[in-house]
Antibody
Framework: QVQLVQSGPEVKKPGASVKVSCKTSGYVFIDYGINWVRQAPGQGLEWMGWISAYNGNTNSAQKFQGRLTMTTDTSTNTAYMELRSLRSDDTAVYYC????????WGQGTLVTVSS | EIVLTQSPATLSLSPGERATLSCRASQSVYNFLAWYQQKPGQAPRLLIYDASKRAAGIPPRFSGSGSGTDFTLTINSLEPEDFAVYYCLQRSDWRRLTFGGGTKVDI
């Protein structure tokens, strides 16, 4: 069965970077892109960006441009999301999701940004 | 950026009733719209994609309709497990996906 397993919770100080991994299994990795979505505490869902697992092409929401890097490792079927220059309002649960519509999701990774 | 407006913000219903949720787009998204269900502490779950296609394993009481700018998610005969928050998502602008603000369906 398809699984997306994300890395564990992170606590970071303002100005630091965080890198979240999303290890996939149960499907042909390069056949689907990966979306990254976040959810601040008590808030709605926010799309961050998408990466093609086939060729590494990316799209991202304008508010994250310059701070967000998405990559994939086809040798381990893993996607990564790195967010730099963290601020307190980046505190959120970060999700990876498979495919154009996110048919499968990871369990989420809580990133807490606090001094 | 395409803005999705969901209404109502909260829908208070009882088991067995029908829920009708709305998602309106600031410009046409054709049929590139999806609906998700999210329960507390869980990841979202895809219910409907391409406006009206049910995702695998989704019960037939969930249905989606609409095209262009106006979309509806209907849940016939609410089950206790259907009380959750529902979000719509557009991918018409494939470089800039956007979510609606969500509708909470509660008892």
């Amino acid at each position: 069965q398809v699984q997306l397993v994300q890395s564990g919770p992170e606590v970071k100080k303002p100005g630091a970077s965080v890198k979240v991994s999303c290890k996939t299994s149960g499907y042909v990795f390069i056949d689907y892109g990966i979306n990254w979505v976040r959810q601040a505490p008590g808030q709605g869902l926010e799309w961050m960006g998408w990466i093609s697992a086939y060729n590494g092409n990316t799209n991202s929401a304008q508010k994250f441009q310059g701070r967000l890097t998405m990559t994939t490792d086809t040798s381990t079927n893993t996607a990564y999301m790195e967010l730099r220059s963290l601020r307190s309002d980046d505190t959120a649960v970060y999700y990876c999701a498979r495919g154009d519509y996110g048919v499968n999701w990871g369990q989420g990774t809580l990133v807490t940004v606090s001094s | 950026e395409i803005v999705l407006t969901q209404s109502p913000a909260t829908l208070s219903l009882s088991p067995g009733e029908r829920a009708t949720l709305s998602c309106r787009a600031s410009q046409s998204v054709y049929n590139f719209l999806a609906w998700y269900q999210q329960k507390p502490g869980q990841a979202p779950r895809l219910l409907i994609y391409d406006a009206s296609k049910r995702a695998a394993g989704i019960p037939p009481r969930f249905s989606g309709s609409g095209s262009g700018t106006d979309f509806t998610l209907t849940i016939n005969s609410l089950e206790p497990e259907d009380f959750a928050v529902y979000y719509c998502l557009q991918r018409s602008d494939w470089r800039r996906l956007t979510f609606g603000g969500g509708t909470k369906v509660d008892i």
